[in-house]
């Protein structure tokens, strides 16, 4: 079946505009992470759903990052406000539920100008 | 707070040789342990899941172990390939919800 999959695939921005990225899990999963990796690191969690709800939003930097599930499928991260340091690869995974097996996209790779 | 440390940060093996990865971690309350690699580029690929209550979860030539107590987990890669050449990234899942802690990586290169 279908994998995780994550629009745009790159995404080139500059700084102070504003950035939606999507990612459509795998049908039937509940839960669903963000991610974002840096060059020479591991992804750092941003945030978690459990269906519609963000379950723990603790990774998120600041109040510019913003994510929704509206319907417990589609995620869209935004990102209000660019900056430079924002430039990363953001990371989708979904699971069938809490604790499992998490299955990752491919990523969007952001740069901000 | 979960640390994630994966020794050493890079690994370089004639093919067919044996060999361990490490990762450790600081907070023995964990509820399970995942292993994924990373080609340069992409995204990340699911090895293994070993939940708490398990010791170890064996595919193929790939083998992972769980020591809560002791804060460790290992990958065994037997018979190494040049198709092994990846990072290897372990990540932990502890808290009241699933907030999972990656490792920053051990970068493998497999000679042939």
């Known amino acids: 079946g279908a994998g995780v999959s994550q629009t745009p695939s790159n995404k080139v921005t500059e700084k102070g505009k504003y950035v939606e990225l999507r990612c459509d899990p795998i049908s039937g999963h509940t839960a669903l992470y963000w991610y974002r990796q840096s060059l020479g690191q591991g992804p750092e969690f941003l945030i978690y759903?459990?269906?519609?709800?963000?379950?723990?939003d603790s990774g998120l930097p600041n109040d510019r990052f913003f994510a929704v599930r509206p319907e417990g499928s589609v995620s869209t991260l935004k990102i209000q406000r660019t900056e430079r340091g924002d430039s990363a690869v953001y990371l989708c995974?979904?699971?069938?539920?809490?604790?499992?097996?998490?299955?990752f996209g491919p990523g969007t790779r952001l740069t901000v100008l | 707070k979960q640390e994630v440390t994966q020794i050493p940060a890079a690994l370089s093996v004639p093919e067919g040789e044996n060999l361990v990865l490490n990762c450790s971690f600081t907070?023995?309350?964990?509820?399970?342990l995942q292993w994924f690699r990373q080609d340069p580029g992409k995204g990340l690929t699911s090895l293994l899941l070993i939940q708490s209550s398990q010791r170890e979860q064996t595919s193929g030539r790939l083998n992972a172990s769980l020591d809560k107590s002791s804060g460790r987990s290992t990958l065994y890669i037997a018979a190494s390939q040049p198709g092994d050449s990846a990072t290897y990234l372990c990540?932990?899942?502890?808290?009241?919800?699933?907030?999972?802690?990656f490792g920053t990586g051990t970068k493998l290169q497999v000679i042939p």
């Open positions: 990540a932990g899942a502890t808290g009241g919800y699933q907030k999972v802690t």
């Open positions: 759903f459990q269906g519609t709800g963000a379950a723990d």
């Open positions: 995974a979904s699971s069938k539920q809490g604790f499992d097996e998490q299955f």
């Open positions: 907070d023995s309350a964990i509820y399970n």
